[in-house]
């Protein structure tokens, strides 16, 4: 269990350090480290405050030390008592509004921000014009005391990558700051990139421990893969490759006993079903144009229903303080009326897992299982894709044989299902430890770095 010091600044002397008796067994302390700066310091026995660290104030000045009153951890290693974590948050679309630094996401970052105190971390956002490469420090967003203030501190611990959207993941200037960090000063980043539908897909497929809850998916290549899978299931998806949000998706269904061909979409805020009496007129009329390179086929499933409407479920899951995953919410979406998909803006509502069914049994026999899934499923993605992944989110359905099946992972999960007054819980603790996550990071680099950087 790591324990949490109070941190004090102090007038009465100079290079000075006081720390408690059971931080100096293990190693001759002769310098302090806070983020990437550390500065050579006296270390003497705390006798009164057994659970703080009193820093002299010319120490804390040299290494940007802001003075928050949030509890922190130390980690003594190699004669340097390192404190922290210091957690930047890389992000970008800053704006120059004070009161809305970053726009929209605003009150999600500060929500998330405002956990620091009981994960025991100082995080901050900073985007790439807000670093000093020659002082090697970031002109931090902090949200202290329910408002935003910048303070200049040093490079931080790990970073967490909360970028937007994949166009500016595709920024080379916020590349070369990913690289520059991770390269030259061997910060550990989590959370890089947006996963890949097809890609993912074809990394875990041949993962025996896990291939079962794959749906099958191949690249459009032609109409033919169509109709044979329209053969086999009765009705399959058309979905973006790097789709999000449910935009893009077309479901394509075969009636047997008429011979036509349905295509259920989303068009301008409207669900729609239209009928052709050949696959060839329904794709040439629906997508028209459009060049199908970047779509997948994907298997359709007869799910679950509830109320007539299908019903997916969301299940998140992150790494803790101790580098273990963990299922940190689970919420049912039940389509709109006439829709291809659950997601919110096409009609679609969340339920908890109790609203959804109907005895206490069956609700833990979905959770049990989904559970599993995700689970298997999150550790799996960790062996076969690249970079340090701590959240995920799940887009997973049940059949009507009870078989989970996974239809998309998200690197970057929305979080649309805290809306739901019963599920604000589960919104707590994903922010709580998408933070913690950078404890188990931050003490890694210092302690066993060939660990994080193998």
């Avoid at 729609?272 to 009496?277: G, P, T, Y």
């Avoid at 509502?349 to 499923?377: C, G, P, Q, R, V």
């Avoid at 078989?403 to 809306?419: D, Q, T």
Wanted: charged share 25%; glycine share 6%; proline share 4%.
């Amino acid at each position: 269990m790591r324990k949490q010091y109070q941190i004090e600044i102090s007038d009465s002397a100079s290079k000075t350090v006081y720390i408690p008796n059971e931080l100096n067994l293990h190693t001759h302390l002769t310098k302090l480290a806070f983020g990437t700066h550390s500065k050579d310091a006296a270390f003497l026995l705390q006798k009164t405050k057994k659970n703080s660290i009193v820093i002299s104030k010319d120490v804390a000045d040299a290494l940007h030390f802001p003075d928050l009153k949030i509890p922190l951890h130390a980690f003594a290693n190699k004669g340097t008592l390192y404190l922290g974590p210091l957690v930047g948050i890389f992000t970008s679309g800053f704006t120059s509004f004070p009161l809305r630094p970053v726009g929209d996401r605003t009150l999600f970052f500060a929500k998330l921000l405002s956990v620091k105190k009981t994960v025991g971390a100082i995080p901050y956002l900073f985007g790439d014009q807000h670093i000093n490469w020659e002082q090697g420090t970031i002109r931090g967003l902090f949200y202290h005391e329910e408002g935003w203030e910048t303070f200049e501190v040093p490079f931080p611990n790990v970073v967490y990558d909360r970028l937007p959207n994949r166009k500016s993941e595709r920024r080379n200037e916020l590349k070369e700051v990913r690289d520059r960090l991770q390269k030259d000063y061997l910060i550990p980043w989590y959370n890089p990139g947006f996963f890949n539908k097809l890609d993912v897909y074809e990394r875990l497929q041949n993962d025996e421990d896990i291939s079962h809850y794959l749906p099958e998916t191949h690249p459009f290549s032609s109409f033919s893969v169509i109709e044979r899978m329209l053969a086999d299931y009765g009705h399959v998806f058309l979905k973006p490759i790097n789709g999000s949000l449910g935009l893009g998706i077309h479901q394509i269904i075969y009636d047997k006993k008429d011979g036509h061909y349905y295509c259920r979409y989303r068009v301008r805020d409207e669900n729609r079903l239209r009928k052709f009496n050949s696959l060839e007129n329904l794709m040439g009329n629906i997508f028209a144009g459009r060049s199908l390179s970047r779509m997948l086929v994907q298997q359709g499933i007869h799910l679950l229903r509830h109320e007539q409407r299908t019903i997916d479920f969301r299940i998140h899951t992150n790494k803790d303080e101790n580098g273990e995953w963990n299922v940190t919410a689970s919420a049912a979406k039940m389509a709109g009326h006439g829709s291809v998909t659950t997601h919110v803006k096409s009609g679609g509502e969340i339920k908890t897992l109790e609203e959804l069914f109907e005895s206490d049994a069956e609700k833990a026999a979905a959770l049990e299982k989904l559970s599993e899934a995700a689970l298997k499923i999150s550790k799996a993605l960790e062996r076969n894709m690249e970079g340090i992944i701590g959240e995920i989110g799940f887009d997973f359905g049940l059949d009507r044989n009870g078989h989970v099946w996974l239809f998309e992972a998200n690197s970057k999960p929305g979080r649309s299902i805290f809306k739901h007054p019963q599920l604000r819980e589960f919104d707590f603790l994903t922010r709580k430890l998408s933070l913690a996550f950078a404890v188990f990071l931050a003490e890694a680099s210092i302690m066993k770095p060939q660990e994080i950087f193998r």
